[in-house]
């Protein structure tokens, strides 16, 4: 008797283990403007920040021989597609979302914790058929060199 009282703490230990681990955010209500499938449009880039003179680069999937989608799902997955094979997926932790005063043409600014880790983080602007990605996939800033990437809605 005693034992199945153990097991069951145990059990109920571990079913809160997981839930809290695997946090993912549902998309309601206005945050829905994330919801879809995003297409990598180009990204501009800034080189040796660090180390002047930096330069400027536009990566497009005509000169990088590559392409990448995002897909983004109410339920609070995040998919991330390279060149038609998928090649990670998160749970999407919502832990900013607010009106956009910054950025022309895009309704929200958000960020996005992947998998609940601050370090691994999209953060962008968001308008109905375009969204600006200026930390995150799908070229990670490094310390001297900035990436960002603009997507349109398919």
Known sequence: ?????KIRCFWI????LINISCKKDKLKDEQEILVGEWEWFYTNTTYEI????SYDSIVNPSNFDKNYHLQIEKKGRVHFIEDSSQKSSFNLQLVYFSENTTYINYDFEFSIYLDGEQENQISGFVGIDSMVVVKGLPFPDTDCDNYTSYFVRE
Not at 13 to 16: G, K
Not at 50 to 53: G, H, T
């Open 1 to 5: 008797m005693i034992l199945t009282g």
């Open 13 to 16: 230990f571990l079913t809160l």
């Open 50 to 53: 660090c180390n002047p003179p």
